[in-house]
């Protein structure tokens, strides 16, 4: 009996399992529902997959790689960055693969989590992990007509590779963070892309250099990872002090408008018209040229409705297309509507976020004993590396378990007084930052347009006030 259950073998959980085996434990497992490892980085494998934080700053500050071969990791790398230290640390004899949790429940008489698999497995944890990650679910918008559809038709995170886009006229619906980057790829085969944009992103250029021969000298990588977290963090000043002080931000981004956009219509529909910040900064060298290609059509006025074989759009107009391909981002918010997880008294998690989802520190929650949450709400970033979060987390998880050991204790929650306390705060400061005052809708808010996705301020705030557990703010049991 595994005494510790982590969910998901991303970054996160990978990271939670790596810690825990340095800090002595070596009772737990973890349960992944994918064939491999990697989390987002294993299941997105759409063409031009990369992440958009610089490679030095998306790795695990205790596993430097010197082996980047771009500024900017490709997908592939990243999974086997992540396949490596599993290995190096002894994590994956700990990985169980295709195992997918349905329900957590606890029980109140053992003190023990009882963790249902779909197959109908029972494990019985003292503790839960939850590292599941926020970009895991994919989103499909709600289009009259999208069954009707009798051609190719795949959202970005499930590409079917075994459909040639060559020749083929495509329609892609979304133009977020993965659009970005596929779309370009798509426009290289695609005899014609119609690319439906809801809201113009802020796009500014991406450094997308090889790394140098210098990169693998001893201590540079560590030199650089420290250069690029400073550059990152001084991000957060415009975000979530005063968006007055992004102007820089917003300079770079119209600069690269007007250096790659000639066509005044095209340049008017890809303008934002909201604060820079207020939605996720995208960037890319490649999707304004990629709009500009003779074979591409950029419309703005929305999709009415799909039939067998065309989109219709809001102003009537018929396009006829061979394939569809959705690039709507992932359920952030809302994918933990559907969360199984009952705490004490029978209580179930969504009672608890009837309000909007909340946790202490974003990781625990009163009345789910030795549940902890990695990535949890308003853990997000909108201007640095989500790893060093995850790390923070990681270590506050790590204190907590710590002082269950230090009381001769048994459980551990957090203080309902202390958790409201804590997120009034949180709250207090985000009404004032870009995310809720720049005039965007984004997924970053829930339906009561509260931010419930973003930590509100810089990296170093969190890890000062997390990284450690504060025994007056826990319950032990």
């Known amino acids: 009996m595994s005494e510790i259950v982590i969910v998901g073998a991303g970054f ?24 491999d ?50 290995e190096k640390y002894g994590i994956t004899k700990h990985i169980r693969f295709g195992v997918e949790v349905d329900t957590l429940e606890y029980d109140e008489d053992a003190l023990r989590w009882t963790v249902t698999t779909v197959e109908g497995e029972e494990l019985r944890p003292r503790a839960v992990v939850s590292g599941v990650g926020a970009l895991h679910v994919p989103s499909l918008p709600e289009i009259p007509g999208m069954e009707s559809f009798e051609g190719r038709a795949f959202h970005s995170a499930q590409w079917d590779h075994s459909y040639d886009l060559r020749g083929k006229r495509v329609a892609v619906i979304g133009t977020g963070a ?106 890319s060298n490649d999707w304004y040229p990629a709009l500009n290609r003779d ?35 992932f359920k952030v918010v809302d994918a933990m509507d559907h969360w199984k997880i009952t705490g004490r008294g029978g209580q179930k998690i969504q009672e608890t976020w009837s309000d909007g989802i909340v946790a202490h520190h974003g990781t625990t929650l009163p009345g789910f004993p030795n549940l902890f949450l990695l990535l949890g709400p308003n853990t997000g970033l909108g201007h640095n590396s989500v790893v060093f979060m995850i790390e923070v987390q990681v270590a506050h998880i790590l204190s907590c378990l710590r002082m269950l050991s230090d009381h001769k204790a048994t459980t551990i929650e957090p203080r309902p007084e202390a958790m409201h306390a804590y997120n009034e705060r949180l709250q207090k400061r985000l009404r004032k930052a870009v995310w809720n005052e720049g005039g965007c809708n984004s997924w970053y808010l829930d339906d009561q347009g509260v931010n419930r996705t973003l930590w509100p301020g810089f990296t170093f705030e969190y890890w000062a006030a997390t990284r450690k557990a504060r025994p007056e703010e826990y319950i032990l049991g």
Request: with cysteine; aromatic share 10%; proline share 7%.
């Open 178 to 283: 993965s659009a970005i980057q596929f779309v370009p790829e798509v426009a290289k085969e695609a005899a014609r892309l119609t690319v439906f944009q809801r809201t113009p992103n802020w796009i500014q250029s991406k450094p997308d250099i090889e790394m140098p021969a210098a990169f693998r000298l001893p201590g540079m990588p560590r030199a650089v990872r420290n250069a690029v977290y400073w550059v990152l963090e001084a991000r957060a000043v415009g975000f979530a002090v005063d968006p007055r002080l992004s102007g820089l931000q917003k300079w770079m981004a119209m600069r690269q408008i007007k250096k790659q956009v000639p066509d005044p219509e095209l340049r008017a529909k890809v303008t934002p018209d909201y604060t820079i910040g207020c939605k996720r900064i995208l960037l």
């Open 37 to 86: 490892l990697g989390g987002t980085w294993w299941e997105n494998t759409y063409p031009g997959c990369a992440c958009d934080v610089p490679s030095p700053m998306y790795s695990y500050s205790f596993e430097l790689n010197k082996d980047w071969s771009r500024f900017f990791a490709p997908q592939p790398e990243i999974q086997r960055y992540l396949a490596r230290c599993a």
């Open 12 to 35: 996160a959980g990978l990271c939670m399992g790596i810690r825990l085996r340095k800090a002595g434990y070596d009772d737990f497992v973890i349960l992944e529902k994918a064939q």
């Open 295 to 329: 074979n591409v059509d950029l419309r703005t006025e929305g999709v009415a409705e799909i039939r067998a074989n065309s989109v219709v759009t809001e102003a009537g107009e018929e396009i006829e297309v061979d394939a569809i391909i959705y690039g709507t981002g």
